[in-house]
């Protein structure tokens, strides 16, 4: 599968929460741009997912923004896919939060692993939030978020001016507001069925929370992510509501991202 050319498509692998749901995975988002193939998130089932779609192996790089289980614990089952001892040639880049690469390692350990043993598979590196990254044609802008770790949400920039935006695990943020506004499309949480269940210092977004989100940051379109899939309709009666440029994501559909000036000829572009 190869996205059209000159366009960026995602394609939502998961978007289910923590907790294993037969409906689909945890978070995992497939990024295209002709043969640029960008995977934003390895939560558990993600792999086996994209397995359907292409050569995991072959992606051009792996993003995560946040460590923990439901956005990386996958990330074991895709070094298994390598071979066990020898370096893979090429490795896969994989991109980790500041500070990430111990728990890295501690999951070999915890899987009775040698130490190295993601690294002759993957060619990991732990991003400066402060700085693009730039993966081929894309480039890549992060945005700390409202959570319970140190977690990280980000945009990713086609060379035409789509831009996707990912708030990843997040509490309520003028920061990521201002970070996510005018968005092409934005991938907001929505992880909370009530603000009560949340820790005081917040850490998720409710439905309500995250219509809120997308709406003030003027998001042109906006899909609801990180959801436990028993309550899709509840969601879907929400954003009806709200209007039909928000609506609750699902597992393998697809979105091509095109800009505004696309459309209408007016969006001048930041440089
Ligand atoms: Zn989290
Ligand atoms: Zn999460």
Known sequence: MTALPGRLRLTVLGCSSAAPHAAWPASGYLVEWEETTLLLDVGQGVVRRLENLLDPRSLTAVVVGHMHADHYLDLAGLRYL?????????RLPLHIPPGAR????????????????????????????AAPLRIGPLTIRFVRSRHYVPAWGLSVEAPDGARLVYTGDTGPSDEMVEFARGADLLLVEAALRRASEDDPARGHLTGEEAIDLARRAGARSALIVHYDP???AELEEMCEAAGNWIRPAVASQTRTITPLMRETGTRVLAP
């Open 82 to 90: 390598f071979p066990w001892a020898e370096q893979a040639d090429p």
């Open 230 to 232: 028993g309550r899709r």
């Open 102 to 129: 111990e728990r890295l390692d501690a999951l070999a350990t915890a899987i009775s692993e040698r130490s190295g043993f993601f690294d002759v598979a993957f060619d990991i590196a732990e991003y400066d939030p």
